[in-house]
């Protein structure tokens, strides 16, 4: 008998409001220098390079960078500190260098794990891909 975890899977295309593309998109945003403008489709390229089994388009990438703008402007009430701005080369992402924003990633991250876990749950109860039960 052999170790189906050695099998090869299929890739994953990442989805816009998935908690498993937003855990992703945050711990990587956890993980990245700041204080500087960086280019959405470079977010992109990194997430690309750092989940091989996984294909992050750029419009993706940009959902959920929204989603987590509006998450920091519902916390602080102000888009200083998380930042998309347009610029001739593309979308710039701007994410202030400071523990604030390294504490309020964690917890971005600690959120859409949790997200997850409850999505896997739901789908080991129903036991179906479609939800029926």
Known sequence: MSDASHLPQPPVIAEARSPFTAVRVAALLLAR????GERVAA????????????????RVVADELLQLQSNWFSDFRTTTG?????????????????????GWLQRQVEKAEAACR??????ARTDRATGDR
């Open 82 to 102: 998380f930042a998309l701005n347009d610029s001739p080369n593309g979308t710039l992402l701007h994410l202030e260098d400071s523990s604030r924003m390294s």
């Open 43 to 58: 977010v992109a390229d990194a997430l690309n390079a750092a989940h091989t089994d996984w294909l992050f388009e750029t």
């Open 33 to 36: 220098p700041r204080g500087f």
């Open 118 to 123: 409850a999505a896997l749950d739901e789908f």
